[in-house]
């Protein structure tokens, strides 16, 4: 039977999405090489390369010419040969100034000389596009940075002194006329200020003028506040005399007074003295003074009176000679109202105020007659400063005409020279070689160009499959689908909840993987896929096999069963690899009965397992013990009855033979099948495998091929409760007899 499906053309060229799968691939050939070079090149630019620095100064190199007028054409030409930067340029490099600045740095580097800074000194003008500017760059690189600094440093202190010789020479030679005639007038200058100075040291004055008018304002300024101040005097002296009428007291007697009904003690014996007077008034318009209580009263008047004097002496120091101390007087000194207190406070701060004015009016009186004193002695004064002050400006005005000539006429010799200005002094030498970064971003370049050289050699050495885009273009076969690869995580943890009697690591394994949902819906896609290419005539029987071992057919096998069987189809798995027979391991059935048993003895019915992963009913037939030739076996006559019976029974028998290369077993069994469907790993199976087992399946009806192992599926998982993960299994005979099939 020949595959009736068009060819599938390779496609050779190689796309950026290919290459870089091939980089992804071959990535440790890659990092390793980019490693090693990178690696490489730090050892060496660090512990083998002797660094070198490089410290830079720009000096500004100006003309000092005049400008000339646009339409003379002569001076223009005339400044365009003076301005000959070339011979600047020759001239900063002249070795006189490098011997020079080697000389200077003797007591740093006694074996420098003129010649090694001539070497490594470089001088250029810099250009700013295509146009030359006014500065010079001077850059000297060595192997010390302190040392690239301190040349550059030696070298502009030489420039500057050279620039600054120059233009002494010139203004020496130009200025000497002017320069004989400045000492004369400095002389004459100094005997005027000196007379000028002697006039105002006896005069104790500065400027007689300035200081007559500021005599002038003072004055006036003093008697305008005289004026004030008597006013305000007289002012204050009424309100005095206002409140002294009012109190009837002196002011002595006002504040003594006050001062008295300030004491809590004072008032509170006046209070008592006041009661005895009413007590003693009371009993003398009943009794006569010889009585003994009129006498008790007056004893105790005279007591207060004599602690109410005491009081006085502490309050006020002794008593006042105004002060009277008998007790009508003491009655009426000490006590005073509210109103007769305030009164004696505004009293006491009246006459503070009359005395303060009054010593204000005194001293205002004497400034006034010391300023006009001093205002009588100003006409001579300004007379004689009128005299001596013009001659001194006469000679410092001639001494500025001469000091102008003389500085324009310094600026009319200096042009003609040039100007050399640091602009950018030196720093500390930089590095410059070996640059880490550099060397670093091209030992990275380089070691990715061998990296990748290196993966894509390694690559061109292995012809095998990394994907299913690759194995598409490889062969002539459909793709049916693309199985998923377990991430790592997902294989280390259980995704099924089992309940189950015995069970084995094979047994997990494969349960973990058809109870996988991603795995699930792979299978319901590359079994939909099979149906629509076998359409109109579906395949009743189907061998499903691999190139190699470890290809994944047991678990694809598995998985088309379930989704058949989820299509309400009555299907039967079949493990006809004799040779190692494997399936019964995976779901944990007994293997003492199986196909080989079936095949190499008289027994009527083959022994069938049945199993109910998710509710679903699968019939399965192991392979039993390992048979001496399996060949002979999976060729007879009853095997291919065998065939015919189980495809009447059964909507999808399903065959799990052993691999394509090394045997014919799966020539021998897809004889009697319908289809068969490959199953290959990718990064397992090797293009000429590929080519060897396809070459041997030329004759049978290959449906297509599929993927098997894909990391770029869908990674999902589903875990199920302990109810829908109950893995049934039941074990019986072969209902239909096998009696008429049981010869050979």
Not at 189 to 218: C, H, M, Y
Not at 483 to 497: D, M, R
Not at 601 to 616: D, F, K, N, R, T
Request: glycine fraction near 4%.
């Amino acid at each position: 039977m020949t595959s009736n499906f068009p060819e599938i053309h390779s496609e050779t060229d190689l796309g950026y999405g290919k290459l870089f799968a091939i980089l992804l691939r071959r990535r440790f050939w890659l990092l390793s090489i980019f490693v090693i070079v990178v690696s490489i090149t730090i050892v060496k630019t660090k512990w083998y390369t002797e660094p070198t620095y490089e410290s830079k100064m720009q000096l500004l190199v100006e003309p000092n010419f005049p400008a000339r007028p646009s339409g003379l054409q002569e001076e223009r030409e005339n400044l365009t040969s003076k301005q000959d930067y070339a011979t600047q340029l020759t001239l900063m490099r002249s070795s006189k100034f490098t011997e020079t600045a080697a000389q200077l740095l003797q007591s740093e580097y006694p074996l420098l000389k003129g010649e090694d800074i001539e070497k490594n000194f470089s001088l250029s003008q810099i250009e700013e596009g295509e146009t030359e500017t006014r500065v010079f760059e001077a850059i000297y690189t060595d192997n010390d940075p302190l040392k690239t600094q301190k040349v550059l440093e030696a070298m502009q202190q030489v420039y500057q002194d050279y620039n600054t010789e120059q233009d002494q020479q010139r203004l020496d030679q130009g200025l000497s006329f002017i320069n004989e005639g400045l000492p004369t007038a400095q002389e004459k200058l100094i005997q005027a200020e000196g007379s000028l100075e002697k006039f105002r040291e006896n005069q104790n004055l500065i400027d007689p003028e300035q200081q007559a008018k500021a005599v002038t304002d003072a004055l006036n300024a003093v008697e305008k506040d005289l004026l004030e101040t008597r006013i305000q005097y007289q002012t204050t002296q009424t309100r005095y005399e206002t409140l002294q009428d009012q109190l009837q007291l002196s002011p002595q007697s006002a504040q003594i007074a006050a001062r008295l009904s300030e004491s809590s003690r004072y008032q509170e014996l006046l209070n008592q003295l006041q009661q005895t007077e009413i007590l003693l008034a009371q009993q003398r318009t009943i009794f006569t003074d010889a009585d003994p209580e009129v006498q008790k009263s007056l004893e105790q008047r005279q007591s207060l009176l004599a602690l109410l004097r005491q009081e006085i002496v502490r309050i006020l120091g002794e008593i006042p000679a105004e002060l009277n101390v008998t007790a009508e007087d003491i009655l009426k000194t000490g006590q005073l109202s509210e109103t007769d207190q305030m009164l004696v406070r505004q009293l006491a701060e009246t006459q503070t105020e009359l005395q303060t004015l009054q010593a204000r009016v005194q001293s205002l009186a004497e400034t006034e007659e010391e300023l006009r004193a001093k205002l009588n002695r100003f006409p001579s004064v300004i007379a004689n400063y009128n005299r001596l002050q013009p001659e001194v400006e006469i000679q410092r005005m001639t001494i500025n005409q001469l000091l102008e000539k003389r500085q324009d006429l310094s600026l009319e010799i200096t042009r003609g020279g040039f100007s050399w200005q640091v602009v950018e002094p030196p720093q500390l030498g930089e590095q410059i070689a070996p640059s880490l970064k550099k060397n670093l971003a091209l030992g990275g370049v380089l070691g990715l160009f061998l990296g990748g050289i290196v993966a894509f050699l390694r690559e061109s050495l292995d012809d095998t499959v990394h994907s299913s885009d690759e194995l598409k273009q490889k062969v002539t076969l459909p793709l049916l689908g693309i199985v998923p690869k377990i991430p790592q995580a997902q294989a280390n943890t259980s995704i099924l909840n089992l309940s189950f009697r015995r069970s084995s690591p094979a047994y997990s394994v494969i349960l973990q993987t058809i109870y996988w949902l991603p795995f699930r819906e792979a299978l319901d896609l590359i079994y939909k896929n099979i149906q629509l290419l076998t359409s109109p005539n579906p395949v009743k029987s189907l061998l499903v096999t691999s190139a190699l071992n470890e290809a994944g057919k047991s678990t694809l096998v598995l998985g088309l069963a379930l989704s058949a069987a989820r299509l309400h189809q009555r299907v039967l798995l079949i493990d006809a690899n004799l040779r190692s027979p494997a399936l019964h391991e995976q779901l944990n059935l007994p293997n003492e009965q199986g196909l080989s048993t079936f095949l190499s003895s008289e027994v009527s019915a083959p022994y069938l397992h049945q199993i109910s992963p998710l509710g679903l009913s699968i019939d399965v037939l192991t392979g039993g013990p390992i048979p001496d030739d399996p060949v002979k076996l999976l060729s007879s006559n009853k095997m291919r009855k065998l065939m015919k019976i189980f495809e009447i029974n059964y909507d999808l028998v399903l065959l799990d033979t052993s691999p394509i290369l090394g045997t014919v077993d799966v020539l021998e069994t897809a004889s009697f099948c319908d289809g068969v469907v490959m199953v290959e790993r990718i990064d397992q199976i090797t293009q000429s495998e590929l080519n060897q087992a396809i070459a041997m399946l030329n004759q049978l009806k290959v449906i297509g091929i599929v993927a098997n192992g894909a990391t770029h599926s869908k990674n999902s998982s589903i875990t199920y409760s302990e109810r829908n993960g109950n893995y049934l299994v039941r074990s019986e005979k072969y209902a239909i007899d096998f009696r008429d099939y049981t010869q050979n």
